[in-house]
């Protein structure tokens, strides 16, 4: 039985569950759903679920029109001393 989002305790301890759901909704062309997961704040910040959302926006072709890439262009301009 899979987990679905109702049955996932959002909290930073559980992560690696986190991660293992964010990866079936993946695996299940429910990308829409990683996504509003992630950008609403209900799973950890960690490396393996900024993956797992940037294989959603990519599955989506949103990529290039998500806040990750504002994130990402604010990131680039304080690395760069701006």
Known sequence: MHATSKDVNWT?????????H???LNHGSNAE?????FEGGQ?????????????AL?????LDNSR????LQVGGRLACGG
């Open 68 to 71: 990750l890439m504002g994130l």
């Open 43 to 55: 799973v950890a910040f960690t490396q393996e679920a900024l993956g797992e959302y940037i294989k």
């Open 12 to 20: 930073p301890a559980t992560h690696m569950l986190q991660v293992e």
């Open 58 to 62: 990519s599955r989506m072709d949103r």
């Open 22 to 24: 964010l990866k079936q």
């Open 33 to 37: 759903e990683v996504v509003r997961l």
